[in-house]
């Protein structure tokens, strides 16, 4: 009896060893394939992607609310010590604004006056959603934020992330409830862009690192330290004009900007629908309708 | 009779927790936790969930869940599906393979071992994120990542030695 239950232990000790090497090469060549799937058609994941999302999204959303609160009370503190320096910048800058707000208030009536003059037929009409950050989706090589609004709020592919400072990065993919918002440092990120000052045109970069690259500048074109970098509009994916950042750097690693909107310690972002049906924006008919009725 | 039922369902929760704290630590990697520049750095919680259990008691976390615990993550972060899951594998079959020689050794010698896999670890991101992208990258956010998790390691691993310990022992 024990040398025949040692036999089958013989036995069974090496058939367990190979079913274990068997599904870790299963598992593996398993995940190779899927990262080979993905990689030729890159929306191939996108629902099941979006509605794991979905599911977490309650989670995430009252996980984040307590991080927000205690980095809120700390900044609090810490806004407490400058409090006087900071009034006096502040006093300083509200008066440099009611003199840019008198000037801002002059061109829009003389606008609105030459508008009527031409018969302009005006900017579409641009709506948009506030959402919180729940989630930094981001990995050593990805730059995204996951945000709590989606379809059902009206977000869709394609819709701008601002903050009030400027452009953060684009709505990559929604779900019901959530949506992936892609920054414009990450390196699948390409806008096209203008410097402001001089109309030349140019397309930013996103390379992962903080600083995103100014790419395609034609030679002759004037870029200096401090020129501020705007969308140019080209391509349908953002409306022009949308402010990006300033000219950081210029040198061997090519021109770097310093974006305005920075994905660090945020927690809001508005989702701006400009109307716009850009190279990556969804027609607003489902794919359902368009194919041809379902059976 | 119902004690026994009770038992049977204490007994299999506590198999299922190493495998549902990796998926919770999943979740949690996602918070964002309002640092400047943490979430480029973020340590990669399910990576040392995955080592410790490989090492420690590997027939609590079998290679398919590790493999979904992956495929979790990939879904959950942006990146590309198939990355973690293929990562956390190969981790798993290193760990569970050298797991006799850290049999009984002491933490500085399991750290020590997390930080050759975590520095596997970035260079196959960097690597897979280059083949990927087409590019040359530089590979330092995959490094800033990696020095993350062996900084972070001793905070999970305390967390993973107090689990452990209402873990039912090794039949």
């Not at chain 1, 970098?229 to 080209?234: E, K, Q």
């Not at chain 2, 800033?144 to 999970?156: D, G, W």
Request: net charge positive; hydrophobic share 50%.
């Amino acid at each position: 009896m024990k040398e025949k239950s040692g036999s089958v232990v013989r036995v069974a000790a090496p058939m367990r060893s190979l079913a274990h090497r068997f599904a870790f090469l299963l598992l593996l060549s398993a995940s190779i394939g899927l990262l080979m799937i993905g990689h030729s058609d890159p929306k191939i994941f996108d629902e099941t992607r979006m509605a794991l999302i979905d599911t977490t999204t309650p989670v995430l959303d009252a996980l984040s609310r307590p991080v927000a609160t205690a980095s809120d009370a700390i900044d609090h503190i810490r806004e407490l010590a400058h409090l006087r320096q900071e009034n006096a910048t502040l006093k300083a800058e509200n008066a440099r604004l009611l003199q840019w707000q008198h000037a801002a208030r002059t061109l829009l009536s003389e606008n609105n006056q030459l508008r009527t003059l031409l018969n302009f037929s005006g900017d579409q009409k641009v709506t948009s959603v506030t959402a919180r950050v729940i989630g930094d989706s981001s990995g050593p090589f990805i730059r995204s934020l996951l945000v709590n609004a989606g379809a059902r709020n009206g977000v869709r592919r394609g819709h701008a992330a601002v903050t009030g400072k400027g452009l953060l990065g684009r709505v990559a993919s929604t779900g019901e409830r959530s949506a992936r918002v892609l920054l414009i440092s990450d390196l699948n990120s390409r806008i096209p862009v203008l410097v402001e000052s001089t109309r030349a045109r140019a397309v930013l970069a996103g390379d992962n690192s903080r600083r995103p690259r100014l790419t395609f500048v034609s030679a002759n074109a004037e870029v200096s330290i401090g020129s501020r970098i705007v969308t140019s509009g080209h391509g349908g994916m953002f409306p022009a004009g949308l402010p990006i950042g300033v000219v950081a750097e210029i040198g061997d690693a090519g021109i770097r900007i310093e974006t305005f909107a920075s994905p660090d310690r945020l927690e809001f972002v508005r989702l701006v629908d400009f109307g716009l049906e850009g190279v990556i924006g969804e027609k607003h008919t489902p794919i359902a309708q368009s194919s041809g009725p379902r059976k | 009779m119902r004690t026994a039922v009770w038992q049977h369902l204490d007994l299999a929760a506590r198999k299922l927790t190493p495998f549902l704290l990796s998926v919770v630590l999943v979740i949690l990697n996602l918070i964002p936790l309002q640092l400047p520049g943490y979430a480029a750095v973020s340590p990669h919680f399910a990576l040392m969930a995955v080592y410790y259990w490989a090492l420690h008691r590997p027939s609590l976390l079998p290679s398919g869940a590790v493999f979904l615990i992956g495929l979790l993550q990939d879904f959950l972060s942006g990146g590309p599906i198939g990355q973690n899951a293929a990562i956390l594998i190969l981790v798993y079959v290193v760990a569970v393979s050298q797991a006799r020689f850290f049999y009984g050794k002491s933490f500085f010698v399991v750290w020590w071992g997390f930080m050759m896999v975590s520095l596997g670890v970035a260079a196959a991101e960097w690597l897979i994120a280059c083949l990927l992208s087409g590019f040359l990258l530089a590979p330092e956010p995959a490094l800033f990542e990696c020095a993350m998790n062996i900084a972070a390691y001793p905070i999970l691993g305390w967390l993973f030695v107090q689990v452990h310990r209402t873990l039912p022992r090794e039949e």
